[in-house]
């Protein structure tokens, strides 16, 4: 049974990741100037999709933190690394 959960978790973990480094570079695709909208539109989706599942407000609004300061953090590689640069990755 142990190992069913830390199988579970392990899935859910790389599914998370899958979803930020997708919608990353969705957004790194945008023009500089909209890549805030962007990221205010995920937002936006993840945390009424959240409420309609029925999580309180402070869980919906911890995750969404987390969330998108990670797709933050790959934008923020992805344009160290010489791309994103006006859309371009």
Do not use: H
Not at 73 to 89: F, H, K, M, P, Q
């Amino acid at each position: 049974m142990a190992d069913d959960q830390e199988s579970a978790r392990q899935a859910v973990i790389e599914a998370s990741i899958g979803s930020a480094q997708r919608l990353a570079m969705r957004i790194i695709c945008l023009p500089k100037d909209r890549r805030e909208a962007g990221l205010e539109t995920v937002r936006r989706i993840f945390s009424e999709e959240l409420r309609k599942r029925g999580y309180d407000d402070q869980s919906v609004q911890r995750w969404l933190e987390l969330q998108i300061e990670g797709i933050r953090c790959l934008i923020s590689e992805v344009e160290a690394s010489g791309g994103g640069r006006d859309g371009n990755t």
